[in-house]
């Protein structure tokens, strides 16, 4: 059974940072694609971020371009996304989905929330 599961949500003020995690079980992480997303009542779902398999490549929404990173480690089989300068915007629970660096798929987590408010 295909499962992802994300950590590292939570409260913080504007401006502020987290870190998210995303691993995954049931399939081979390291050979695939994973992208992050998040969802809200405000704004529906959003694609926020990807990176393919290697690591090598990353893609970014303009929404969050400069502001957060993607990254992964091979030998944890983790996939993180870095995010600083938080805005209340950036308020909805986020999640990982396997398969694409463009667009979430339908394999993906239960997600992780994440608030920003002063």
């Known amino acids: 059974e295909v499962q992802l599961v994300e950590s590292g949500g939570g409260s913080v003020q504007p401006g502020g940072s987290l870190r998210l995690s995303c691993t995954g079980s049931g399939f081979t992480f390291n050979d695939f694609a994973i992208s992050w997303a998040r969802q809200s009542p405000e704004k529906g779902l959003e694609w926020v971020s990807g990176?393919?398999?290697?690591?090598?490549?990353?893609e970014y929404a303009d929404s969050v371009k400069g502001r957060f990173t993607i990254s992964r480690d091979h030998a944890n089989r983790i996939v993180y996304l870095q995010m600083n300068s938080l805005k209340t915007d950036d308020t909805a629970m986020y999640f990982c989905?396997?398969?694409?660096?463009?667009?979430?798929?339908?394999?993906r987590g239960r997600g992780t929330q994440v608030a920003v408010s002063s």
């Open positions: 990176i393919d398999a290697s690591g090598r490549l990353t």
């Open positions: 989905s396997k398969g694409s660096m463009y667009r979430v798929t339908d394999a």
